[in-house]
């Protein structure tokens, strides 16, 4: 469908996505983020796993991790520990 509809109107979609990688395993994320890539759409995504948004996204892509109301810019940061008091 966003493939259509950039095809009919020139603009393309923008997909906000949830905990990819909480529905979807590893080969279907790859082909489900390969054909976000391809049609050069803008992403909001989020997720649990930092590695995941490396994997998916390529360089040069904005990266934020936000935790407790904190959000900071995460390129080139090593991916946040998780804390287990919350």
């Known amino acids: 469908q ?3 509809i950039a ?13 990819v990688g909480a ?7 790859e082909r489900f ?7 050069g759409c803008q992403v909001l995504a ?3 796993v930092a590695a995941d ?3 998916h996204f390529p360089a040069g892509q904005q990266l934020f991790h936000v935790e407790h109301g904190q959000c900071e810019s ?8 998780r804390r287990r008091d919350h």
């Open 2 to 4: 966003a493939a259509q």
């Open 7 to 19: 095809g009919a109107t020139g603009r393309t979609s923008v997909f906000l996505m949830d905990d």
């Open 23 to 29: 529905e979807l395993d590893a080969p279907h994320g």
């Open 33 to 39: 983020f390969a054909a976000l890539g391809a049609l």
């Open 46 to 48: 989020t997720g649990t």
């Open 53 to 55: 948004f490396a994997r």
């Open 74 to 81: 995460a390129v080139g940061a090593a991916p946040p520990t």
